[in-house]
């Protein structure tokens, strides 16, 4: 799929505040720094549609993006951010749960995961939590050009060992740099067979 257009819209603290149009769309969620924002600026080609930052927690609030004038991409605040007050962990942990429980046009989330480390309990968690609501969902490893290829294929098979404990099929899950722009295709194609599908029924 190509992307003829990429535009801000709003950025919400609540889910009520999101856009009303119930166009699909698809959310980048995942630990603090795991490059969400810099893989929505890869997906799009636009450098700075989404803010970065090297210092984890940049992302505060639920970003909605239009893109081809007909779906959404939704970048997310990171959870598991250890520098914030308890308060403020409650009350991302509130946007994010109500975000994923009550927007009903989320066709599919991405949950993206630092190839470069082992399973983390947060992450685990989340999927899981995920799977108990019916929320269907991607991984993400980002970072791939990290690591050197046989070193990341066997972060991923362990990866993969791991989830096998709760997971029969196991997540789809694609590979990505936003360096190297690797897993581009890959997911822009999934995406727009899923919109097409939701264009059939
Ligand atoms: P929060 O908004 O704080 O939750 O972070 P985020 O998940 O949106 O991460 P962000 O995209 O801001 O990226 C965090 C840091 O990781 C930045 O310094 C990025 O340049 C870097 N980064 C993101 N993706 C990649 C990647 O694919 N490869 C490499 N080498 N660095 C990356
Ligand atoms: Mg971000």
């Known amino acids: 799929m190509e992307?003829?257009?990429a535009s801000f819209v709003i950025s919400s603290a609540t889910v009520e505040?999101?856009?009303?149009?119930?166009?699909?769309e698809y959310?980048?969620?995942?630990?603090?720094?795991?490059?969400?924002?810099?893989l929505i600026n890869m997906l799009t080609g636009r450098k700075k549609l989404a803010k970065t930052?090297?210092?984890?927690?940049?992302?505060?609030?639920?970003?909605?993006?239009?893109?081809?004038?007909?779906?959404?991409l939704v970048d997310l605040p990171g959870y598991g951010y250890a520098k914030t007050s308890k308060k403020n962990k409650r009350s991302f942990q509130k946007m994010i749960s109500s975000y994923f429980l009550e927007r009903e046009q989320l066709m599919g989330a991405f949950v993206l995961i630092d190839v470069r480390h082992p399973p983390q309990k947060i992450d685990v968690d989340f999927m899981y939590w995920l799977g108990s609501k019916a929320i269907p969902f991607s991984i993400i490893f980002t970072k791939?050009?990290?690591?050197?290829?046989?070193?990341?294929?066997?972060?991923?098979?362990?990866?993969?060992?791991?989830?096998k404990k709760t997971w029969d099929p196991l997540p789809n899950h694609f590979l990505s740099s936003s360096v190297k722009k690797t897993g581009k295709t890959a997911?822009?194609?999934?995406?727009?067979?899923?919109?097409e599908q939701l264009k059939r029924d």
């Open 3 to 5: 992307i003829l257009s």
């Open 17 to 24: 505040q999101c856009p009303p149009q119930k166009l699909p």
């Open 27 to 38: 959310a980048f969620i995942g630990r603090s720094n795991v490059g969400k924002s810099s």
């Open 53 to 72: 930052s090297g210092t984890p927690g940049k992302t505060q609030l639920i970003n909605h993006f239009l893109i081809n004038e007909n779906w959404f």
């Open 144 to 163: 791939a050009d990290k690591l050197k290829p046989k070193v990341l294929d066997r972060h991923i098979t362990h990866y993969q060992n791991v989830l």
């Open 187 to 195: 997911i822009l194609n999934y995406i727009d067979t899923i919109n």
